[in-house]
C-alpha cells in the first residue's frame, strides 16, 4: 500500500510539472477520493434539486452512484446498472470540477498515461487505481492485519487520528483555497473554522448567492464585503439581502484570505512566505483555546510537517532548475503541498 501510495504521489508530482499539459492554470486543485466523494455529493444534489425541487440526496444514492462512476471514469464497468439520472449528474460532476478549477486523480491518471509521461516502472493499471480510490486496496491490507482486542490506547489513538485528520484538512484547505480561489470544497471546510458564526445557513446563502452570480462562493463572498465596505449601490442589491446577516462572519473569513494573500504578494523569499503563512494559519486555528487542547497540539504538529515539506520540496526545486528560492512561487509550493 505504501508503495502505490508513493506511485499516486510521482503520479501528482508529474502533473505539477507538466501542468501545461493538464490545465490552464498552474493553481489547478488535486480531487483525492474524499474531494471527489464530496463533489459528486454536490452534483447529485443539484442534480436533484432540478428534478425534485431539494438539494438533499440520499448516503445510499450516492454510494450507489460513486461505486458506478469510477469504473465508468476507468473503462471497466460491465454489465452494470446504471443510476437514475446519471448521465446529468456525471455532467454536473465534471462541470463542478471544471468551476472549482479541478482535476481528479482519475482525469490526471488517464492524461499521464495517453501522453506516455510516466516510467514503465511507475505505471498504473485501471483497477488498480479504482482500488485505490474506492479504498479497496487499504481494506484488503487490513484484513492481511493481526486482529487486537481494543484496548484503551487504541481508543486514544484513534482519538488522536481523527483530531490530526481534522487539523491537517483545516489547515490544507486554508492553502488550497490560497492557491485556488475556486475551490468551494476547501472554502466549504474552513468557512466556519474557527467558529465565525457561518454555519449552514450562511453557506446556503452564500452558495445561492454565487450560483446567482455564477462565480465562486469564495469570490461572492469578497465580492460582498468590498461592496458593503465600498457602500456602493449594488449593498442595496436583493441578491445580497441572505447574507446582510452574516456581515461580520464573511468580513473576518475574506479579510484573513486577504492576510494571507499579502504574504504571497509582498514575501519574495519562498521559504520565509510559506513559513509566514503556516504560522498565521496555525494561529488563526488555535485562538482561544488552551495550550493543552488536542486539536491544538494536531494544529502544531501538521504545521510542523508541512514546514519541513516546504523545505525539501524548495531544495528539490533548487537542484533541478538550480534557481534561487525566489525563482519558485509560494503558489506552486503550496500546490505541491496539497496531496
Known amino acids: 500500500m505504501v508503495a ?45 434539486k432540478q428534478y425534485h425541487g431539494d438539494f438533499t440526496v440520499s448516503l445510499s444514492d450516492v454510494l450507489e452512484t460513486w461505486n458506478y462512476l469510477l469504473p465508468d471514469k476507468l473503462g471497466l464497468h460491465e454489465n452494470m446498472k446504471e443510476p437514475e439520472n446519471y448521465a446529468d449528474v456525471k455532467k454536473a460532476y465534471h462541470a463542478f470540477l471544471a468551476r472549482s478549477n479541478m482535476l481528479d486523480l482519475i482525469d490526471i491518471y488517464q492524461k499521464c498515461s495517453s501522453l506516455g509521461l510516466l516510467a514503465e516502472d511507475e505505471s498504473i493499471s485501471p483497477v488498480q487505481l479504482l482500488e485505490f480510490i474506492s479504498g479497496v486496496m487499504n481494506a484488503q491490507e487490513n484484513n ?98 441572505p447574507l446582510r446577516a452574516h456581515v461580520k462572519g464573511l468580513s473576518n473569513f475574506v479579510n484573513f484570505i486577504d492576510k494571507l494573500q499579502e504574504i504571497v504578494g509582498e514575501v519574495l523569499n519562498t521559504r520565509i512566505a510559506g513559513g509566514r503563512i503556516l504560522s498565521t494559519v496555525k494561529m488563526n486555528l488555535i485562538k482561544g483555546r488552551s495550550n493543552g487542547d488536542p486539536f491544538c497540539q494536531a494544529v502544531e504538529e501538521v504545521v510542523q510537517d508541512l514546514d519541513l515539506k516546504i523545505k525539501n520540496i524548495i531544495d528539490s526545486q533548487q537542484e533541478t532548475s538550480t534557481a534561487s528560492t525566489t525563482g519558485v512561487s509560494p503558489a506552486r509550493v503550496m500546490g505541491f503541498l496539497l496531496f
Open 4 to 48: 502505490f501510495q508513493q506511485k499516486i504521489l510521482r503520479l501528482v508530482k508529474c502533473f505539477r510539472r507538466q501542468w501545461p499539459l493538464f490545465s490552464n492554470s498552474e493553481r489547478t486543485t488535486v480531487c483525492g477520493a474524499d474531494c471527489m466523494l464530496m463533489a459528486l455529493q454536490l452534483s447529485m444534489a443539484e442534480v436533484n
Open 144 to 241: 492481511g492485519s493481526v486482529l487486537t482486542t481494543p484496548t484503551q490506547n487504541n481508543r486514544q489513538g484513534q482519538k488522536h487520528m481523527k483530531v490530526t485528520i481534522l487539523a491537517k484538512k483545516s489547515v490544507c484547505s486554508y492553502l488550497s483555497l490560497l492557491v485556488n480561489s475556486k475551490d468551494d470544497l476547501a472554502l466549504a471546510h474552513i468557512l466556519n473554522v474557527p467558529d465565525r458564526e457561518l454555519g449552514r445557513e450562511a453557506f446556503t446563502n452564500l452558495k445561492h448567492a454565487s450560483q446567482e452570480r455564477k462565480m465562486s462562493i469564495f469570490l461572492m463572498a469578497t465580492s460582498f464585503i468590498r461592496t458593503i465596505e465600498l457602500g456602493g449601490r449594488d449593498s442595496a442589491s436583493s441578491l445580497y439581502d
